[in-house]
């Protein structure tokens, strides 16, 4: 069965100490592996896509990157307004199956 | 350009009502997407639309609930007999025929079953 693990639940921060959140998946060929943003009282806004083990994509103050079993979120240098909850998900067949979500708060 | 958009944001029913939830797609987007957010839980995929083709409604959690899409484009939830544990956040996305996959999600439709 696909599953998708995120680690850790939550995380606070002070601002400018990076970090790195944790996405553990099973799935039966992977066929993307997605990185989304969600405020509260909003939908999730995409991130980031990786398709293949070694890959990595960055956007501003994030990296993530991606191993056949796992995928990081590192945050380098976070600032108050990073503070959200950060969603992994995995696609399978015609749908994402998503983590739980970590919980980020960045304090000033 | 527009983003997914839904209606209503909120929506206060009570037991036993019936209740529609409206989405419209991003413009061009073939592929269209409901999600359930429960507290404290992930997004539980519930159906999914592509072009002409059926719907697949394998993650709808009962026959009380169904989905269909206009024209290819807009699309409507209906929960019917409205139960307490469906009260839920209720997520559309849409994403475009190039084969990116990348799900673009509306702002949700908040629905709270008294």
């Known amino acids: 069965e696909d599953q998708v693990t995120q680690s850790p639940e939550a995380l606070r921060l002070q601002e400018g100490e990076s970090s790195s959140l944790n996405c553990s998946y099973t799935v039966s060929g992977l066929r993307g592996l997605f990185w989304y943003r969600q405020d509260p009282g909003k939908g999730p806004e995409f991130l980031f896509t990786l398709y293949s083990a070694g890959e990595e994509k960055e956007k501003e103050r994030l990296k993530a990157t991606l191993t056949k079993k796992e995928s990081f979120l590192h945050i380098t240098a976070p600032k108050p307004e990073d503070s959200a909850t950060y969603l992994c998900?995995?696609?399978?067949?015609?749908?994402?199956?998503f983590g739980t979500g970590t919980l980020l708060a960045v304090q000033p | 350009g527009a983003g997914v958009s839904q209606s209503p944001s909120n929506k206060v029913t009570e037991k036993g009502k019936d209740v529609e939830l409206r989405c419209d797609p991003i413009?061009?987007?073939?592929?269209l997407y409901w999600y359930r957010q429960s507290l404290g839980q992930g997004l539980e995929f519930l159906i999914y639309f592509q072009g002409n083709s059926a719907p697949d409604k394998s993650g709808l959690p009962s026959d009380r609930f169904s989905a269909e899409r206009t024209g290819g484009s807009v699309s409507t939830l209906t929960i019917q007999r409205t139960q307490q544990e469906d009260s839920a956040v209720y997520l559309c996305?849409?994403?475009?025929?190039?084969?990116?996959?990348?799900?673009?999600f509306g702002p949700g439709t908040r629905l709270t079953v008294l």
């Open positions: 996305a849409s994403s475009s025929p190039s084969g990116a996959d990348t799900q673009y």
């Open positions: 413009s061009g987007h073939t592929a």
């Open positions: 998900a995995v696609r399978s067949t015609n749908k994402l199956i």
